[in-house]
T-cell receptor, first 112, second 116 residues
């Protein structure tokens, strides 16, 4: 069965800290790796990665994919309380018609 | 509001009752997905449509669940004879369906179902 594993499952930091969230996936029919942020309800799209070694950045957030070691990381620098959310990693496969398989998520809490 | 909208936002029902949820995708998106999410877990795929055609259903989806997208626009998800284990957030998402972008899903705020 498809498996996406995220770590840590929860993380508590202080404002200004830098955090790294991890996501490992399966290689079979891999097409893409996506990161979403979920605050209350709707997950919102952050990044989609398809190629190894190319960092994607958006403000204080960045992400990179390693297709050899089958993992991705999401970095958040200079964290703010508004970064508190669940961060979800998802894998898209060639054979799944764009169905995504999500990990459990990492609950990030940023304290003032 | 041009995002994905879902109705109702909350639904409380008694075990054994039928419930129906509605999803209106972003208008130019031809793919529509239903996911279910329980507390502490990531969203779990249920089914998806390309226009009006239902192309895939999860093996986990019981016969009590049925989804439609009759005109390729809005979709409904019906759960018959609800059970307490059906209690979850039901998320709808849509995407353009173009190669290279079709995994980029836009989610609605979900319908929270509580089965008593």
């Amino acid at each position: 069965e498809d498996k996406v594993v995220q770590s840590p499952l929860s993380l508590v930091v202080h404002e200004g800290d830098t955090v790294t969230l991890n996501c490992s996936y399966e290689v079979t029919n891999f097409r893409s790796l996506l990161w979403y942020k979920q605050e209350k309800k709707a997950p919102t799209f952050l990044f989609m990665l398809t190629s190894s070694g190319i960092e994607k950045k958006s403000g204080r957030l960045s992400s990179i994919l390693d297709k050899k070691e089958l993992f991705s990381i999401l970095n958040i620098t200079a964290t703010q309380t508004g970064d508190s959310a669940v961060y979800l990693c998802a894998e898209g496969k060639e054979t799944s018609g764009s169905r995504l398989t999500f990990g459990e998520g990492t609950q990030l809490t940023v304290n003032p | 509001d041009t995002g994905v909208s879902q109705d109702p936002r909350h639904k409380i029902t008694k075990r054994g009752q039928n419930v129906t949820f509605r999803c209106d995708p972003i208008s130019e998106h031809n793919r529509l997905y239903w996911y279910r999410q329980t507390l502490g877990q990531g969203p779990e795929f249920l089914t998806y449509f390309q226009n009006e055609a239902q192309l895939e259903k999860s093996r986990l989806l019981s016969d009590r669940f049925s989804a439609e997208r009759p005109k390729g626009s809005f979709s409904t998800l019906e759960i018959q004879r609800t059970e307490q284990g059906d209690s979850a957030m039901y998320l709808c998402a849509s995407s353009l369906g173009l190669r290279g972008t079709d995994e980029k899903l836009f989610f609605g705020s979900g319908t929270q179902l509580s089965v008593l």
